[in-house]
């Protein structure tokens, strides 16, 4: 099996300039066909760069992409007709309806319209058919916008930020759409700025900084690799206590409700803390473990970097 | 370049336009309401008439028969002004534009001049007037004339220059029927200008031709279908106004060739000036300023609402290099004076603008995100 058999998107020593300003600077990493591949990073990152280049509506200052085996730079219409694109801030026309919306962009890409109800079925949009672009709700744009990107039933569906902007319900209605697309077998490239979205949804997740991508994996192997500890809080605890703590070595911060996060190695180190908050004659807390979040590994690779020993209170958000 | 591209993208915006009340109206309505609006002024104006209160100081046969042959011509329709108050404070406290004051003894000075005791006798009319009205000098001139026309036939004598009119035209026009082509140019530069500037930044604005351009859609069926719209936008506001200019102001132009063709190389003319303003103004906001500053100028010193001919000289040579002009011309010499030399030059200037507008408006549109 070649690379590009393999992989839907291959991105090879990609670099993008803006007269003096390097956007993208010598990014590599695939995207195997099949997943979801998050694509994560701060604002400026070059993320939007590095995705528009993909989606060949920006050319590359060097470097080499190629999306189902074709390079964006030679073959821009054939890339084009077996990619589906839902652009960062997805808007249509305001006085069309989904029903219209989605038969127009199906016939931008061919002979009669693609199957509208099918792809009204997938996004959950069937009783907003006959509404106005313009009288849907935030979620339901997003959703449409995702069926757009479906019209001509593209191997790599490419969604850019799809849930920012949405409210908790319509953020979980994407991520249905999105987990029916994975089951359906659809490439996903997504970019977002929320960590528990992809660490959810993604199969892999590459995260860029100042142009340059900082780490790549799957979600589990960037937390063993990048967040090696456990994150340990304990509840309504007196000052008594985290003296305690503190003298065994560890750096608890406080968090609003009267309790404390720390970092800890291993679990050995929670017995221990609790066997020494019981050996001092201290009430023993209510306590919760958990495993870094893909947040507190993003915070660690990027500039938005927390204090050391402290894990983000309460996990990610 | 995809018919079903093409079509698919004119559809949208036809279902759009459809569904859009307030751009129908500017569209369709307006134009066709500036024509009822000037078409009733203008009208009115070919059977002048004028209000002239006249304070009679002499209260003489003389006077009355004076002011009958003021309201004789028909411009004037006379009001007393009562002779014992101040004329100056009575037009400002009734806000009266123009006011004539026929002097005491008047009839005394016209029985000497006529019955030849003194023929030097003249009498003096003082007319009262705001000189911050617009108007007035339109009721000066004619006062004038009305008094030089009285006067020579109160005392008899045969003026000895007259003027008498012949017409380079084979048939008199109304103002209507000249306003008329001037607001179908103005009605297509209207839509087709700021139809494409608006429509290209709304897109960019919000985004949509970000996702135009992940699909396979081109630049030329973009172009092909935002021409193809304004043109059936132009057929119809130009239907409606030559259909409203007839029911209502009997206005039969000649519709032949000419018409389709000025219009449609009127709409490549401003399609393509609206695509060369797209780079330029790339917000909604700043795309509506900049095809107003456009469009405004062009719309009076182009002729659509007066002829060319009244304005200053240097501001006649600069109408003279706007397109608007050669479409106001060509229309109006092809629907109104059936003059197929000027109509074929005027579409000539008007087509070599087209091509050069169009094809720079073409190399400026730009699909890719390098634009």
Redesign the interface.
């Known amino acids: 099996m070649n690379n590009s058999d393999e992989h839907a998107v291959v991105v090879e020593s990609l670099i993008k300039d803006y007269g003096s300003l390097r956007a993208v600077n010598d990014v590599s990493f695939t995207v195997a066909r099949g997943g979801v591949f998050a694509f994560l990073g701060p604002n400026g990152a070059g993320k939007t760069t590095t995705v528009?280049i993909i989606?060949?509506?920006?050319?590359p200052t060097s470097g080499r992409v190629r999306v189902l085996g074709m390079d964006v730079s030679r073959h821009k219409?054939e890339i084009?007709?077996r990619?589906g694109?839902l652009?960062?801030?997805?808007?249509?026309?305001?006085?069309?309806t989904v029903g219209?919306s989605i038969r127009?962009?199906s016939?931008?890409?061919r002979?009669g319209a693609a199957d509208v109800d099918s792809l009204l079925d997938i996004t959950e949009l069937r009783n907003t058919r006959d509404v106005?672009f313009k009288d849907l709700s935030g979620g339901l744009k997003q959703r449409l916008g995702i069926a757009?990107a479906l019209v001509n039933d593209p191997e790599v569906v490419f969604l850019d930020e799809p849930t920012t902007g949405l409210d908790p319900h319509a953020r979980r209605g994407v991520w249905d759409v999105l987990r029916g697309l994975k089951r359906r077998g659809r490439t996903v490239f997504l970019t977002t700025h929320y960590m528990e979205e992809a660490e959810l949804l993604a199969d892999t997740v590459a995260i860029i900084s100042k142009g340059r991508i900082v780490a790549s994996g799957s979600p589990d192997e960037l937390i063993d690799r990048h967040a090696p500890f456990l994150c340990l809080t304990l509840r309504r605890v007196g000052e008594g206590t985290i003296a305690v703590i503190r003298r065994m070595g560890f750096e608890p911060v406080g968090d609003a409700r009267g309790g404390v996060s720390l970092r800890v190695k291993h679990a050995d180190n929670v017995q221990e803390i609790l066997r020494a908050i019981g050996t001092a004659g201290k009430p023993l807390p209510g306590l919760e473990v958990r495993r870094p979040t893909l947040e507190e590994v993003y915070l660690e690779l990027t500039d938005g970097k927390m204090p050391d020993g402290v894990c983000v209170p309460g996990g990610a958000a | 370049m995809t018919p079903r591209i093409v079509g698919a993208n004119l559809l949208v915006r036809l279902k759009t336009l459809s569904r859009q009340r307030s751009a129908m109206f500017f569209t369709i309505a307006f134009p066709v309401i500036l024509v009822l609006v000037f078409g009733a002024i203008f009208t009115k104006t070919e059977q002048m008439n004028f209000d002239l209160p006249v304070q009679d100081l002499d209260q003489s046969s003389a006077s009355a028969r004076l002011v009958e042959g003021l309201r004789a011509g028909g411009v004037f329709n006379t009001t007393a002004v009562p002779p014992d108050t101040d004329a100056v404070a009575y037009a400002r406290d009734k806000h009266l534009t123009l006011l004539l004051i026929i002097p005491r003894a008047f009839g005394e000075a016209q029985s000497r001049r006529l019955d030849g005791r003194d023929t030097g006798a003249a009498s003096v009319l003082t007319y009262v007037y705001d000189p911050s009205s617009t108007s007035v000098a339109t009721k000066i001139q004619y006062l004038a004339s009305t008094v030089d026309a009285v006067n020579h036939r109160m005392t008899g004598s045969r003026p000895f220059i007259t003027l008498a009119e012949r017409s380079i035209l084979t048939k008199s026009y109304r103002f209507v029927e000249f306003f008329v082509p001037g607001i179908i140019a103005m009605a297509v530069m209207t839509s087709s200008l700021s139809g494409a500037l608006n429509a290209n930044a709304e897109l960019r604005q919000k985004g949509i031709l970000r996702k135009l351009a992940t699909t396979p859609i081109t630049r030329a069926d973009w172009l092909l279908s935002n021409v193809l719209y304004q043109m059936i936008l132009a057929a119809a506001s130009t239907t409606c106004i030559l259909l409203v200019a007839y029911a209502v102001f009997d206005v039969r132009p000649r519709c032949n060739m000419w018409l389709p063709l000025h219009i449609v190389l009127a709409v490549f003319v401003f399609v393509g000036i609206g695509m060369l303003l797209t780079p330029i103004a790339r917000e909604a906001e700043s795309a509506s300023a900049a095809a107003n500053a456009l469009l405004f100028p062009m719309m009076f010193l182009s002729g659509t609402f007066f002829p060319v001919e009244m304005m200053p000289g240097f501001l006649r040579h600069v109408a003279r290099g706007l397109p608007l002009f050669y479409v106001n011309e060509g229309l109006r010499a092809s629907m109104v004076f059936g003059d197929d030399a000027t109509s074929l030059r005027c579409a000539a200037v008007t087509g070599v603008v087209a091509v050069v507008v169009f094809i720079a408006g073409a190399v400026v549109t730009r699909w890719d995100r390098e634009a």
Do not use: H, K, W
């Open positions: 528009e989606e060949t509506i920006r050319r219409n084009l007709a990619i694109v652009p960062q801030g997805f808007c249509s026309f305001d006085r069309i219209e127009y962009y016939r931008l890409f002979r106005l757009i």
